[in-house]
């Protein structure tokens, strides 16, 4: 899909008109043309570089540690019972504990208290995570997510250039990649979820003959990300949302608030079949992926919260015809009400998270670039923008 939509930007790039490519031509002479006073060390532009790098770095360190490593967990924390307490009457030396008129624990009052999940708080995960692999087990299993995503990215692109594929097939290469490479995210599951292990990389692998569970959720949990990202996309070309802006100004032009108020709907259409499916779809597929991968777990492996692996796999027989169909389709009706909103609120959390480092790291980079000078880099990048677009043409720079 990345070098379909690449591909097409060149493509629309090199259909310019002349007078797009002689504004282009007039940018990229900006910095050269500016005149005494207002050259640009590169060294200068350092500092707004590394202040960009270190927000990327943190965006992608709290996108890996909350919607991976926090989220695996969450998905397969089974709810702790309810823990049932006593309640005596007060005892004192005139009276027995328990009065002799009485029936045998009549006086005996039972309360229930409800133990919440590790992961229902962020801060609780988060102690947890520390006492179990320190500082670093926030990021544990990066190195095989690493892997997987490497050689995911290998196989999808071998496959596509051998068979020739156009869009949709492209798709269907993506699909079979992550069913193929099923196993290794298994194994990054695994690394995320249980207590950390001195075996060897291939060890910690499951074997291939007790993987036949794995394929019916890998490829449900594959299509629906593929859906969740092209269905909406297929909306937004049916509605003709391309063509939005100019619609959009000849209503505003012609004082046609109906119009307007139809094109909003149009435009939220598309969000909303994201969001639709992303929660009816995505998330159970993804939960019951993960619990799947949680039942394989070797015996001598332990998930750091409490998993219920009896009460998924019950009497299934994986090895038999027809166990891994039932296996999954125990796992899809686990998902249930409680872990669905408790994902949806870290999955928020998230978000806000990484919105508010954004904000705060374009500030910081504001406030460097008005330091440095802001009129000087800025005809320093308009320039050096419009000579990679002229590059990507393929037209003459003057």
Same mark, same amino acid.
């Given at each position: 899909?990345?070098?379909?939509?690449?591909?097409?930007?060149?493509?629309?790039?090199?259909?310019?008109?002349?007078? +797009?490519?002689?504004?282009?031509?007039?940018? *990229? @002479?900006?910095?050269?043309?500016?005149?005494?006073?207002?050259? %640009?060390?590169?060294?200068?532009?350092?500092?707004?570089?590394?202040?960009?790098?270190?927000?990327?770095?943190?965006?992608?360190?709290?996108?890996?540690? &909350?919607?991976?490593?926090?989220?695996? &967990?969450?998905?397969?924390?089974?709810?702790?019972?309810?823990?049932?307490?006593?309640? &005596? /009457?007060?005892?004192?030396?005139?009276?027995?504990?328990?009065?002799?008129?009485?029936?045998?624990?009549?006086?005996?009052?039972?309360?229930?208290?409800?133990?919440?999940?590790?992961?229902?708080?962020?801060?609780?995960?988060?102690?947890?995570?520390?006492? %179990?692999?320190?500082?670093?087990?926030?990021?544990?299993?990066?190195?095989?997510?690493?892997?997987?995503?490497?050689?995911?990215?290998?196989?999808?692109?071998?496959?596509?250039?051998?068979?020739?594929?156009?869009?949709?097939?492209?798709?269907?290469?993506?699909? %079979?990649?992550? %069913?193929?490479?099923?196993?290794?995210?298994?194994?990054?599951?695994?690394?995320?979820?249980? +207590?950390?292990?001195?075996?060897?990389?291939?060890?910690?692998?499951?074997?291939?003959?007790?993987?036949?569970?794995?394929?019916?959720?890998?490829? $449900?949990?594959?299509?629906?990300?593929?859906?969740?990202?092209?269905?909406?996309?297929?909306?937004?070309?049916?509605?003709?949302?391309?063509?939005? /802006?100019?619609?959009?100004?000849?209503?505003?032009?012609?004082?046609? /608030? *109906?119009?307007?108020?139809?094109?909003?709907?149009?435009?939220?259409?598309? =969000?909303?079949?994201?969001?639709?499916?992303?929660?009816?779809?995505?998330? =159970?597929?993804?939960?019951?992926?993960?619990?799947?991968?949680?039942?394989?777990?070797?015996?001598?492996?332990?998930?750091?919260?409490?998993?219920?692996? *009896?009460?998924?796999?019950?009497?299934?027989?994986? *090895?038999?015809?027809?166990?891994?169909?039932?296996?999954?389709?125990?796992?899809?009706?686990? $998902?249930?009400?409680?872990?669905?909103?408790?994902?949806?609120?870290? +999955?928020?959390?998230?978000?806000?998270?990484?919105?508010? &480092?954004? $904000?705060?790291?374009?500030?910081?980079?504001?406030? @460097?670039?008005?330091?440095?000078?802001? @009129?000087?880099?800025?005809?320093?990048?308009?320039?050096?923008?419009?000579?990679?677009?002229?590059?990507?043409?393929?037209?003459?720079?003057?």
């Amino acid at each position: 899909m990345l070098s379909h939509i690449v591909k097409r930007g060149v493509a629309r790039l090199q259909a310019a008109s002349p007078e +797009y490519i002689a504004k282009l031509q007039q940018d *990229a @002479e900006l910095y050269e043309n500016a005149g005494p006073g207002m050259e %640009v060390n590169p060294q200068e532009a350092l500092p707004v570089l590394i202040t960009g790098l270190i927000v990327l770095l943190i965006l992608a360190s709290i996108r890996y540690t &909350l919607g991976d490593v926090v989220a695996s &967990l969450a998905m397969i924390e089974s709810s702790s019972p309810a823990i049932v307490e006593p309640k &005596l /009457p007060a005892y004192t030396d005139e009276e027995p504990l328990i009065p002799a008129d009485s029936e045998a624990g009549a006086d005996i009052e039972s309360t229930g208290t409800n133990v919440k999940p590790i992961t229902a708080r962020l801060s609780t995960t988060m102690r947890h995570l520390r006492s %179990v692999g320190g500082f670093r087990a926030r990021w544990r299993g990066l190195g095989i997510s690493m892997l997987y995503h490497f050689a995911h990215t290998v196989l999808a692109s071998i496959l596509s250039r051998t068979l020739g594929v156009s869009l949709l097939g492209g798709v269907l290469v993506s699909i %079979v990649s992550s %069913v193929l490479l099923a196993r290794v995210h298994m194994l990054w599951t695994h690394t995320m979820i249980a +207590y950390p292990t001195t075996k060897s990389f291939l060890h910690r692998m499951v074997p291939l003959k007790e993987c036949k569970p794995l394929l019916l959720p890998s490829l $449900v949990f594959a299509a629906a990300q593929q859906a969740t990202f092209l269905l909406p996309l297929a909306v937004a070309v049916l509605l003709d949302l391309p063509s939005m /802006p100019e619609h959009a100004l000849h209503a505003a032009q012609h004082d046609e /608030p *109906a119009k307007l108020a139809l094109l909003a709907l149009r435009i939220l259409a598309v =969000p909303a079949t994201a969001a639709t499916l992303a929660l009816a779809v995505l998330l =159970p597929a993804s939960i019951t992926l993960t619990r799947i991968e949680a039942a394989l777990l070797p015996a001598d492996a332990q998930p750091i919260v409490p998993f219920d692996r *009896a009460a998924l796999v019950g009497s299934i027989d994986l *090895a038999a015809r027809g166990g891994a169909t039932a296996l999954f389709a125990a796992a899809w009706r686990s $998902v249930d009400r409680a872990v669905r909103l408790r994902l949806v609120k870290l +999955y928020a959390k998230m978000v806000f998270a990484q919105l508010l &480092l954004a $904000v705060l790291g374009l500030q910081i980079m504001a406030a @460097e670039v008005y330091v440095i000078g802001g @009129e000087r880099l800025a005809i320093f990048f308009t320039s050096a923008r419009a000579q990679l677009e002229l590059m990507a043409i393929g037209a003459p720079q003057n």
